[in-house]
């Protein structure tokens, strides 16, 4: 009996989940328009001025009175990938364009993705939606309206609006049929790094148990497999990116990711680290584990920390606990991996970054998670710069495999 009023109350609380979205959409896009009625010239306009789409301003300060039409067709950008593999610096790289806003994490986004994977998984569920009158097409159109609403109200206008939740690409081929214009970044990364990242930054991850190796490469490589099928079954759609070439070689794959998504190209997006909170430049999170990093030039510091960090028996059966690596192109059995050679430029920005050149600024510092000892490298002597050199040259001259 108990059981019973367990189900029929879970059942119930459901029903209320998914009509409350589709009614969160609605009134949040009719309170828009009765505010913006009121909104001065040159701001965003009422939805009934546009004939069922909405506009705002430009990003670039070029011609700020006249707006542009924004709705769930226009070209919008997804970023995502298993965290700690690169999403924050794809992102502040893009939002350095004066064409791109990206901004913070939601956190909002993904979760609601995974309440409405939720409902359509059961198929009792559905039919009791069904029934309601909550049908797959009233729920779609109320998440294009509440999911758009978050991606273009969060942060500044631009003429391309991008996302960067990074497990929101585990709903791709959703996102792809309700946004059909939209483009999706899957940052792929060593998940042997990405773990050792997670877990030595104490970054907090739901389902991940930081206190185990193995159950962490677990998870990864459950994520990595679940968005890497989507991402090649929308082959058009989606550009798979492996951090370690972004990092190695940033120019040459910012023009590939820059052409995949219809973008002209700026040298801005080379050096997003100078443009770090300036107006219609890189806004960063005080309180995401990735700023006191994102605030250096691309350089190659943190791709091989892992080595030696991985407890043995984890190591050892590396081929079995992530498979996935070996299909992504990494080998799971190489301690340490020769990923390439870096650019020059990078191979300078690395340099500049083991001189400590480059500090958490003061209005990032405020209420701010990250430490004094996080954010500040002690300045290595001469000698100590030389030996880095030569490990990178050394390392340098190793054959690519690719």
Not at 43 to 50: D, E, K, N, Y
Not at 101 to 110: H, L, M
Not at 289 to 297: H, W, Y
Not at 321 to 350: E, Q, S
Request: aromatic fraction near 6%.
């Amino acid at each position: 009996m108990i059981g019973k009023l367990k189900q029929n109350l879970l059942v119930a609380c459901l029903v209320i989940s998914s009509v409350t979205v589709f009614y969160l959409g609605r009134h949040a896009m009719e309170c828009h328009h009765r505010i913006e009625e009121r909104s001065q010239p040159g701001g965003i306009l009422p939805l009934s001025a546009l004939g069922g789409s909405m506009r705002t301003t430009l990003r670039t300060g070029q011609n700020l009175s006249a707006p542009f039409v924004y709705n769930k067709d226009m070209p919008l950008i997804f970023i995502g990938g298993v965290p700690r593999s690169g999403t924050t610096l794809m992102r502040a790289m893009l939002d350095a364009h004066p064409d791109v806003r990206c901004g913070e994490e939601t956190r909002v986004i993904p979760r609601i993705l995974a309440m409405k994977q939720m409902w359509s998984r059961s198929g009792r569920e559905k039919m009791r939606l069904d029934e309601a009158g909550v049908t797959d097409e009233v729920l779609d159109a109320a998440m294009q309206a509440f999911l758009l609403e978050i991606i273009v109200k969060h942060g500044e206008p631009a003429n391309f609006l991008c996302n960067k939740d990074p497990f929101a690409l585990k709903s791709l081929s959703y996102l792809a049929k309700i946004f059909p214009r939209a483009k999706f970044v899957l940052m792929i990364r060593d998940g042997r790094a990405s773990v050792h990242s997670m877990i030595s930054r104490k970054v907090t991850i739901a389902g991940f148990d930081l206190g185990s190796y193995r159950d962490c490469l677990t998870k990864w490589n459950r994520a990595i497999e679940t968005m890497y099928s989507q991402c090649l079954e929308a082959y058009d759609k989606c550009l798979p990116v492996h951090y370690e070439e972004l990092v190695l070689h940033p120019e040459k794959w910012m023009r590939t990711l820059l052409k995949f998504l219809n973008i002209p190209w700026n040298d801005a997006v080379l050096h997003h680290e100078q443009l770090i909170g300036k107006a219609g430049g890189v806004s960063l999170s005080k309180v995401e584990r990735s700023t006191d990093q994102v605030i250096k030039p691309v350089n190659v510091e943190a791709l091989s920390k892992w080595v030696g960090k991985i407890p043995a028996d984890v190591v050892r059966d590396m081929a079995v606990i992530a498979p996935m690596l070996a299909t992504l192109g990494y080998d799971p059995h190489a301690n340490p991996p020769n990923y390439g050679r870096p650019d020059p430029k990078v191979l300078d920005n690395t340099r500049r970054v083991f001189k400590g050149e480059f500090q958490l600024p003061d209005f990032l510092r405020e209420q701010s998670q990250f430490s004094t000892a996080t954010c500040r490298r002690p300045l290595l002597t001469a000698q100590a710069l030389v030996s880095v050199k030569r490990c990178m040259q050394k390392s340098a001259e190793k054959p690519n495999p690719s």
